[in-house]
């Protein structure tokens, strides 16, 4: 499979690149995203060849179906790290909920949020590249909270590859920090700042594009790339579990092979989404994908008028925070694929000058055809958590719970739906338990054991066991000292 980009090409950049080349490096002419060429179909023939397929054999065979530039072997190991999951026979469980809604569990990896589900195998793709090229590879990433423990543990003690990874000091979750904190391997390098997410991400963004910074590491024969969401290593391996999803449904006799379901996906910068979207390109029989997001309601205004605006928007801070985005990188792969690459620069350059962008009534419509969504406040997210729990027995956590209210508002037709389920209870516990009856403002630690007493559920030993570990990345700086940081680090 080959990639093109999502902006046109500027005749410096090679007007098509392998997947490695996508991988090593993301950005595109014009600021733009690569995309597949040509997707193929798979079919309802693919589909029922899987019905007995494990995780692992279907995500192969997809893989092998796209045709990207990665051995055999390198691909086995990738997908060997599914075997980590709770169940290594089936990595994804999808669970019903309520008479139509059944959850598919993304979140049973080693940091029990989503972002495990593409970065584990991520790390192995990576550094295998790194290794052919013979190059060293720093990857920069900044976190509130997901992102940055999963990163760690897929690319602890890989070779070929060293990960710095700033965070907010005080802006993540006490089991967020605690899993980056006690990460204790020699290629990792993990940096509390004075400040909050958005200075992370500004220092990051600062080092990424500065030449001296480059030109330094360059000399020590070092390339600098990122692990972020709009990479295509990572979204590649969010397509399988919506196939996966689809079939397990039919595997348990809730559909007929070929029956439409609804896909519910709580989003942020669209990965999981898009993964849905490229899924249903290729065949899988969806009857629309539903975009759950929380009070940053851009994709909401998005498919529901058309425009795109973040004129006097600033981003608020919820309790689904790794829903706390409001530009929402992967929507230009959909644009791209529904309106081409002209009309995608000229709406994303007005984006970016403007900050304002607006589809035509017939672009709108056509969006609309695949596309519905709402979003749901934190109160009304509890509200769901609290009715899941006290009626169907079930613990979601905020993230899940904005799907729950999409269900109600845009699964209009007598239709299954898919909700993604992103993150376990314990990661965003003060929330659940203040949900279930607890108190307000817990800290972590207090929740856990309320959300435990309460639905007589035990924390998992992972989790436990972070409060007492020993703590080997103490280091909390300034925004001014990161780069010495980093550069004495390497
Ligand atoms: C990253 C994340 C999301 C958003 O996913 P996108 O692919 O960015 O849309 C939702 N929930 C949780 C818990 C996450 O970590």
Redesign the pocket.
């Known amino acids: 499979m080959k990639f093109i980009e999502t902006r046109g090409n500027d005749g410096v950049h090679s007007s098509e690149v392998t997947f490695s080349e996508a991988i090593l490096s993301p950005i595109a002419s014009f600021g733009g995203l690569y995309v597949p060429k040509e997707l193929p179909t798979l079919g309802e023939a693919f589909l029922t060849r899987h019905l007995d397929s494990s995780y692992k054999t279907l995500a192969k065979d997809l893989l092998t179906t796209l045709q990207i530039d990665i051995d055999e072997s390198v691909m086995d190991e990738a997908l060997a790290l599914y075997d980590g999951f709770d169940d290594p026979s089936n990595p994804v469980p999808v669970v019903k909920v309520l008479e139509d809604l059944y959850v598919s569990e993304l979140?049973h990896g080693p940091t029990r949020?989503?972002?495990d589900m593409a970065l584990q195998p991520f790390g192995v793709l990576l550094s295998s590249i790194a290794q052919k090229r013979n190059q060293e590879y720093l990857i920069l990433a900044a976190t509130s909270?997901?992102?940055g423990p999963a990163a760690l543990e897929t690319f602890k003690n890989r070779p070929n590859v060293r990960v710095a990874c700033l965070y907010p000091n005080g802006g993540t979750s006490d089991v967020q920090r605690l899993q980056m904190v006690t990460e204790d391997a020699p290629n990792l390098k993990v940096i509390g700042i004075h400040g909050d997410f958005d200075d992370a991400q500004r220092a990051l963004k600062h080092l990424l594009g500065s030449e001296s910074f480059k030109s330094t590491l360059k000399a020590k024969n070092i390339a600098l790339s990122a692990a972020n969401?709009v990479n295509f290593g990572r979204i590649i391996f969010?397509i399988i579990y919506h196939i996966h999803s689809y079939l397990e449904l039919v595997r348990h006799n809730v559909i007929t092979m070929g029956e439409k379901v609804y896909l519910d996906?709580?989003?942020?910068?669209?990965?999981?989404?898009?993964?849905g979207y490229y899924a249903y390109q290729m065949g899988l029989p969806v009857e629309k994908i539903i975009i759950a997001s929380n009070e940053n309601n851009v994709l909401t205004r998005l498919i529901n008028t058309g425009r795109y605006d973040l004129r006097n928007q600033q981003v608020v801070s919820t309790t689904?925070p790794?829903?706390d985005?409001l530009v929402?990188s992967?929507v230009e792969r959909i644009l791209f694929d529904l309106f081409g690459d002209q009309r995608t620069k000229v709406l994303m350059e007005k984006l970016d000058k403007e900050r304002c962008y607006a589809l035509s009534d017939d672009e709108t419509m056509r969006l609309q055809t695949l596309f519905s969504a709402d979003y749901c406040n934190g109160d009304e997210g509890k509200a769901y958590i609290k009715e899941a729990y006290t009626q169907q027995g079930y613990l979601m956590?905020p993230?899940?719970a904005t799907c729950f209210k999409a269900y109600d508002c845009c699964a209009t037709q007598p239709l299954k739906t898919i909700v993604y389920s992103?993150?376990e209870w314990t990661?965003?516990s003060p929330t659940i338990a203040h949900a279930l009856g607890g108190a307000n403002n817990q800290s972590d630690s207090d929740a856990l054991h309320t959300i435990s007493q309460t639905a007589h559920i035990a924390i998992p030993a992972m989790i436990q066991g972070l409060f007492t570990k020993p703590i080997t990345q103490a280091t909390v700086i300034d925004k001014a000292d990161i780069e010495q940081e980093i550069l004495a680090f390497l």
Not at 265 to 275: E, I
């Open positions: 979140y949020a989503f972002k909270g997901d992102t969401s969010q996906v709580p989003s942020g910068n669209f990965g999981n989404a898009l993964g689904s790794a829903m985005i929402s992967n956590d993230h899940t992103t993150a990661k965003f």
